[in-house]
């Protein structure tokens, strides 16, 4: 019985080493497709940004894992500007655009606006190649006096229950590359 028990151990152990090394292989096989595929992708002649087109050579990138799939997100940069993109169903997918910092131990991204009515900031997680605007905080001036507006889920919120759901440590070092042959070759591995 002893025997049966440590054999039946044994085979479901060699079971859920396949399965986690079979999940291991698929991740790393899509992440290899998703470097080629935003190689292919930088490589274009031209590269559409807010419904022109854009020499793709001054254009700057980069790649993180933003929403913890293992498979990283391609970042672009143009003029202070960055786009998101993403790799479903084998093709590069457009998921966010704005001036980001990303948090990737948390999968957050925050898109931060600047504009006559004061400062926004929104918060976001993209998960399944889109992103989802999950919170939201402003400072605005009303009457002369600064003010600050605090919303998860589209609700209103105090700024402590906000503070208790935003919980963010360190944001990425955004370090992009030139958008060359060379530096696709060498980042995009």
Not at 11 to 36: D, E, L, P, R
Not at 146 to 169: A, H, L, P, Q, R
Request: hydrophobic residues 35%.
């Amino acid at each position: 019985m002893k025997r049966i028990l440590t054999l039946l151990t044994l085979v479901v152990m060699m079971g859920a080493c396949y399965i986690f090394n079979t999940n291991n292989i698929q991740a790393a096989s899509k992440k290899t497709k998703a470097m080629n595929a935003y190689k292919e992708f930088l490589a274009a002649e031209t590269i559409e940004w807010d419904g022109s087109e854009y020499d793709a050579s001054e254009l700057e990138f980069l790649t993180a894992d933003i929403d913890g799939d293992k498979v990283p997100e391609l970042v672009i940069s143009y003029y202070a500007t960055e786009k998101i993109y993403t790799y479903k169903n084998n093709k590069v997918k457009h998921v966010l655009q704005g001036d980001f910092a990303i948090y990737p131990k948390e999968h957050i991204v925050t898109n931060s606006k600047l504009d006559d009515d004061g400062l926004k900031l929104d918060f976001y997680k993209i998960t399944k190649g889109k992103a989802k605007k999950f919170a939201a905080c402003a400072m605005y001036y009303e009457k002369g006096k600064k003010k600050f507006s605090y919303k998860i889920n589209g609700k209103k919120v105090s700024v402590n229950k906000f503070d208790k759901k935003i919980k963010t440590t360190k944001a990425l070092k955004m370090k992009f590359y030139s958008n060359t042959a060379a530096k696709r070759e060498k980042v995009l591995k």
